[in-house]
């Protein structure tokens, strides 16, 4: 991945089925079919943080961030629906982050969109 941790996620995120990017909130975010929101860059947007804010299944935002609070977190705003914060201002593993970015997908995305990936 590139040394932008903005250009990398942009790929990822825009290498999926029917995805586009659009301001929202003054900060990048990937949508499903042009509605649906999966994540959404955090350029230091409530805190001190570089980060993304994504979907994320059941139960995952809890166990990611007991398994690493640095680099995971609640974040604001949709924390409480189970979305996941990742940092971008550590080190990263850019493999998990496509994994991240993957599931926070299939979250949102319908079926049909999702069986794609399969």
Do not use: N
């Not at 903005?6 to 990822?12: I, K, N, T, V």
């Not at 499903?32 to 805190?47: C, E, L, P, Q």
């Not at 998990?96 to 993957?102: D, G, H, W």
């Amino acid at each position: 991945m590139a040394d932008d941790p903005l250009e990398s996620l942009r790929r990822l995120c825009l290498a999926l089925p029917e995805t586009t990017e659009r301001l929202s909130h003054g900060e990048p975010t990937w949508f499903i079919r042009g509605k649906k929101t999966f994540v959404m860059y955090a350029d230091h947007h409530h805190d001190d943080r570089l980060a993304f804010w994504c979907a994320a299944p059941p139960g995952v935002q809890e166990a990611l961030i007991a398994q690493d609070p640095e680099r995971f977190f609640r974040p604001p705003y949709v924390g409480h629906r189970g979305w996941l914060g990742v940092r971008l201002d550590v080190p990263q593993d850019w493999a998990e982050i496509a994994e991240i970015v993957t599931d926070a997908y299939r979250t949102v995305a319908p079926e049909r969109l999702s069986a794609l990936l399969e």
